[in-house]
């Protein structure tokens, strides 16, 4: 499929589509993150405030297991729409922290479909789905975000796109690397059936990955939790862009650089490639 035979006029009637879901902050799931990373941390308690990232464990995919498609992804999310793209992926986010979340606390998330479009990407034409999010408690609105989805073609996979060396200077660095068992349980925490993340033999043979994906909001969590250990100050705003996937198995960089009242963080693969930028405000 070119970008020319894509019609988004019927995708585009649903801009502003909306929906509503709560959740309650239960600790287990937090407690289970640092199991996963290996991390010795006490059990939360109520009225602990949730790290950055953590919001990501709740309102979890509630597809029936019917409804999954053979890549796990469930056929259909609203409010996103179903789209002509059979391939999902989560292209980056933008996150405000207004105040934090606490443990115990029940949440509401408003969710509405602000913007949808198509590019001609470096493998082929995307269609990207563009989320904001208002995340509240008790108290009111505790976090405001934005989620960019894109959508491509199954075959797009078997080429590479543009590669980008990663950034120099940095102030601090650490290296990160995920087996297959770390991202079974981050994808069971999060209740995500997306197959690319733990089934190494799916990602290889079908979607034609050279492993099993590395979630991105896994990668941008432990990025803002090294910067939160360097820096020392609560974040404010994080953004980040996924530039090419990381794999299991494969020795990842994690490392950052202050400038001001504001960072450049970056993940980097074993071939010293960039996988993810970041910009993260301080309080």
């Not at 109520?46 to 297991?65: C, E, I, K, M, S």
């Not at 469930?74 to 391939?87: A, G």
């Not at 981050?186 to 043979?205: E, L, V």
């Amino acid at each position: 499929m070119t970008i020319e035979k894509l019609d988004l006029s019927l995708l585009k009637t649903h801009i502003g589509d909306r929906t509503v879901r709560t959740d309650v902050i239960d600790p287990k799931p937090l407690a289970q993150l640092a199991i996963t990373l290996n991390r010795d941390e006490p059990f939360p308690r109520p009225g602990d405030p949730l790290r950055p990232g953590r919001h990501w464990l709740y309102f979890p995919p509630n597809a029936q297991t019917a409804e999954l498609k053979e890549d796990g992804v469930p056929r259909s999310t609203p409010p996103i729409p179903v789209v002509p793209l059979p391939r999902r992926m989560w292209g980056g986010a933008r996150t405000e922290y207004l105040r934090p979340l606490r443990v115990g606390s029940t949440i509401t998330r408003e969710t509405v479909v602000k913007d949808i479009y198509s590019k001609q990407g470096a493998t082929g034409p995307l269609i990207f789905v563009i989320l904001r999010h208002e995340i509240k408690d008790e108290t009111g609105i505790a976090i405001v975000e934005e989620h960019d989805y894109f959508f491509r073609d199954p075959d797009q996979s078997m080429t590479k796109p543009p590669l980008r060396p990663a950034f120099g200077d940095a102030q601090w660095s650490d290296h990160f690397t995920a087996d297959v068992n770390l991202l079974f349980r981050y994808s069971a925490i999060t209740f995500n059936a997306h197959r690319i993340h733990f089934d190494r033999a799916y990602a290889k043979n079908v979607e034609h990955y050279p492993g099993a994906v590395v979630h991105g909001p896994l990668t941008a969590t432990l990025l803002m939790d090294q910067c939160f250990k360097q820096v020392g100050r609560p974040i404010r705003r994080f953004e980040y862009r996924g530039v090419v996937p990381l794999f299991d198995g494969q020795r990842a960089l994690l490392a950052g650089r202050l400038d001001a009242d504001q960072a450049l963080a970056w993940a980097a693969n074993s071939d010293g490639l960039l996988a993810m930028s970041a910009r993260v405000d301080f309080n």
